[in-house]
């Protein structure tokens, strides 16, 4: 198989998975589609995201909508941030974000931990829920001290809100998460699994 035809199958097998909720992941060195809550439960391996990142995101993730951690928010947010940009389906894709993707999210969630480390002298994981919660909620009013203390973070409502849409759709934009809500599934097109 020549190179473009190797590109054009690496192209039709992800189109093919993004439209069932399954992405590409390494476990143990080997190569699996399987969707975000199955690479949690595997230990997957992660492309872009630090094991640092991936325990703030853990914690916020679940802050602002508790079960996305077991969902597999931080493998779903890692498997679209090593993708091309336009093949994302992250929530800053459709917030017109101009800063590269990975950047957005990995300097977002150094600035919470910046924050934290100055308002509270302990890193965002190490707060407890009573000291977590109104943190999380300062974000929308605008970057709190600390924030801009790392280089390229986005703005912390613009932040917020991407991570919090992200989480949404992990947890409550499935079959399932229609289900939990007690609201009928109306898809264009039902997936094949239920995913």
């Known amino acids: 198989m020549d190179a473009q035809g190797y ?9 093919q998975s993004a439209a069932i909720g ?13 969707s975000p809550e199955q690479a ?6 992660f492309a ?11 914690v916020l993730g679940d802050a602002l909508v508790p079960g996305a951690k077991a969902a597999g928010l931080a493998h779903y947010i890692d498997a679209n941030l090593a993708r091309d940009a336009g093949e994302s389906l992250l929530m800053v894709r459709y917030l017109d974000v101009t800063t590269p ?18 308002k509270n002298g302990k890193p965002f994981i190490q707060q407890s829920e009573a000291e ?24 912390a409502p613009l932040f917020y ?3 919090r849409g992200d989480a949404v759709d992990i947890v409550y934009g499935t ?6 809500l007690d609201i009928p599934y109306a898809g264009h097109i039902d997936p094949k699994p239920a995913y």
């Open 22 to 34: 399954l992405f590409a992941f390494s476990v143990s060195g080997c190569d699996a589609l399987m």
């Open 48 to 58: 872009v995201l630090s094991p640092g990142l991936v325990a703030i995101l853990d």
């Open 175 to 180: 079959m399932a998460g229609f289900e939990a």
């Open 101 to 118: 993707q990975a950047q957005f999210y990995m300097a977002g969630l150094a600035a919470l931990d910046s924050h934290c480390r100055t």
């Open 7 to 15: 590109i054009d199958q690496r192209r039709r097998t992800f189109l």
């Open 132 to 155: 977590a919660t109104p943190i999380i909620a300062s974000l929308l009013k605008g970057n709190p001290a600390g924030w801009d203390s790392i280089a390229n973070a986005p703005p």
């Open 161 to 163: 809100l991407a991570v």
């Open 40 to 45: 949690r439960e595997s230990g997957a391996d």
